[in-house]
Nanobody, 125 residues
Framework: VQLQASGGGLVQPGGSLRLSCTASGFTLNRPAIGWFRQAPGKEREAVSCLSTNNDITYIPDFVKGRFTISRGKEKNTIDLQMNNLRPEDTAVYYC???????????????????WGQGTLVTVSS
């Protein structure tokens, strides 16, 4: 199982970024997959998860309405669209999955088994 995240960068407050996660070693037709982030000095938190067997998503309240998770245009990719970004969204963003977990809600609330490398998102003027 390999996960490759990309798309991070520097963006001004109120701006948008689209992150992409490319999965290999498994197919996105059963396990849940999600995006998590960790800001300096803070614990890692889930920001969006997708059940790949039924496309049900789970979005925590603190990013609901701003972040959207979806299948990417390329095969075996999952995107995270982030709009109206705030300085507090600054963090390293990771995509993660667990082959034994199909529920987006459960993946976001448990600890995924497989993690990709992170991509840094910096929101600053």
């Amino acid at each position: 199982v390999q996960l490759q995240a990309s798309g991070g960068g520097l963006v001004q407050p109120g701006g948008s970024l689209r992150l992409s996660c490319t999965a290999s070693g498994f197919t996105l037709n059963r396990p849940a997959i999600g995006w998590f982030r960790q800001a300096p000095g803070k614990e890692r938190e889930a920001v969006s998860c997708l059940s790949t067997n039924n496309d049900i998503t789970y979005i925590p309240d603190f990013v609901k309405g701003r972040f959207t998770i979806s299948r990417g245009k390329e095969k075996n990719t999952i995107d995270l669209q982030m709009n109206n970004l705030r300085p507090e969204d600054t963090a390293v963003y990771y995509c993660a999955t667990d082959l034994g977990q199909a529920s987006s809600y459960d993946l976001c609330h448990s600890g995924p088994a497989n993690w990709g490398q992170g991509t840094l998102v910096t929101v600053s003027s």
